[in-house]
């Protein structure tokens, strides 16, 4: 497959926010490749790696984030499962479960019914080798500052405003994938 011709049918590539999906999209999947490759030992799939990097964020374009030219309708958290419904629809689910499970460091069930997340309850999480690179390496890099890897302080602390638990699945991975 290849997920430019799949981000082209729904983001016009004239666009800021083509621009935008398309150069945070490279940065995660640059990252999560070179996890790949320095860690044979985790019998990641590259080529899965590489094209689901590439879509994790499509679903951005249904939701309302003005500062990243998205104007839908929808809350930015929802992105996730919205990204994994268009590419369900497409076809691609295992491609699809890298969408929903890679906001934080995963949207657990019982933290979306506590935090009342106005997204489908299910289970988040990343499981997958995959998913887990991904999830990870997505997490040094933000849409709206887009030319910084982001030192590991200062994702740390952006999980811990959510709950200090997020931080040390991260430092779990960041241990397994430096
Ligand atoms: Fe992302």
């Known amino acids: 497959m290849n997920p430019i011709e799949i981000i082209e049918k729904y983001y016009d590539k004239k666009s800021e926010l083509y621009e935008i999906l398309i150069k945070h999209s490279s940065q995660v999947r640059d990252k999560a490749l070179e996890v790949v490759q320095k860690h044979s030992e985790l019998g990641a799939d590259s080529q899965f790696v590489a094209e689901a990097a590439m879509l994790h964020d499509i679903g951005i374009i249904f939701t309302n984030a003005p500062k990243i030219y998205c104007f839908g309708k ?93 931080s040390s699945l991260f430092l779990e991975w960041h241990n397994r994938f430096r």
């Open 74 to 166: 929808h809350n930015y958290i929802e992105h996730g499962y919205l990204g994994s419904e268009l590419l369900q629809q497409e076809g691609f689910l295992k491609h699809a479960l890298v969408c929903e499970r890679h906001t934080g460091v995963g949207l657990s069930l019982d933290w979306i019914v506590r935090n009342k997340l106005p997204v489908p309850h299910r289970d988040m999480v990343p499981i997958s080798i995959e998913e887990q690179i991904i999830c990870y390496a997505d997490k040094f890099f933000s849409k709206t500052n887009l030319n910084v890897c982001l030192p590991i302080e200062v994702i740390v602390k952006k999980l811990e405003k959510h709950e200090k638990s997020n």
